[in-house]
């Protein structure tokens, strides 16, 4: 997954009109929002034992991207994710019982650092903080607890954007996340967990 994702921006971005460099300067600041939608894939380790699950996730993003006259851009952004990403178990501890786990919604903030490379194409890396949590229900058939335990790792990514006018662009985009061992009420549990996503982000630029 993630090396065609990697593949099909860099790709579309190389193609993406090159011949129009020499039109009007691309260069100074834009505020950009955007939807964000794509696979999620969750990794969980645990003594050496690993299972991964994919599902959907969707959400927004808002940052300011500044390009310089020689076609660098740097930018900040921010990200508000949730993934439909969920394991559930019955007949755990006892017969008739049922263990739901499912990833819950996740932040991010960092950087951007791109470079133009044609009127309408740009190809980056990222970087940054992540803070996602997981969600927890367990129902012995009289009542049901649930929590929520959050985490916070980092985040790497690449990816490939092309304009479809001034104002609108769309992103090809693949990033990886590490959390480490997942501390809960102040304990490691041993449980490593990291994501892999592909994702589509849909961008208006002001």
């Known amino acids: ?3 065609a994702i990697i593949a099909s921006a860099a790709a579309a971005v190389a193609f993406a009109s090159p011949a129009m ?3 009007e300067s ?3 600041g834009k505020i950009v929002v955007g939807a964000v939608v794509g696979i999620d894939s969750v990794n969980a380790e645990f003594d050496g034992i690993s299972d991964s699950e994919e599902d959907f996730l969707a959400g927004v993003t808002i940052g300011y991207d500044y390009e310089t006259e020689s076609g660098l851009v740097f930018g900040v952004e921010a990200e508000y994710t949730d993934s439909n990403v969920g394991v559930s178990a019955v007949d755990v501890f006892e017969t008739g019982d049922r263990v739901s786990v499912n990833a819950g919604r996740d932040l991010y903030a960092g950087a951007r650092l791109g470079y133009r490379t044609g009127r309408n ?5 990222k970087a940054g903080y992540t803070d996602a949590s997981i969600e927890g229900e367990y129902d012995d058939g009289t009542g ?3 929590d929520e335990v959050s985490f916070g790792g980092f985040r790497i990514g690449a990816g490939g954007e092309i304009d479809l006018s001034s104002n609108y662009a769309i992103r090809l985009e693949y990033r990886y996340s590490d959390y480490g061992n997942i501390e809960a009420f102040g304990v490691n549990t041993g449980l490593g ?3 892999n996503q592909g994702v ?3 961008l208006g630029k002001f």
Request: no cysteine; glycine share 8%.
């Open 21 to 23: 460099a020499q039109e």
């Open 193 to 195: 967990v990291s994501r």
């Open 144 to 146: 049901e607890i649930a």
């Open 1 to 3: 997954m993630k090396f």
């Open 26 to 28: 691309t260069a100074g």
């Open 200 to 202: 589509v982000t849909f």
């Open 121 to 125: 194409g740009l190809l980056y890396v």
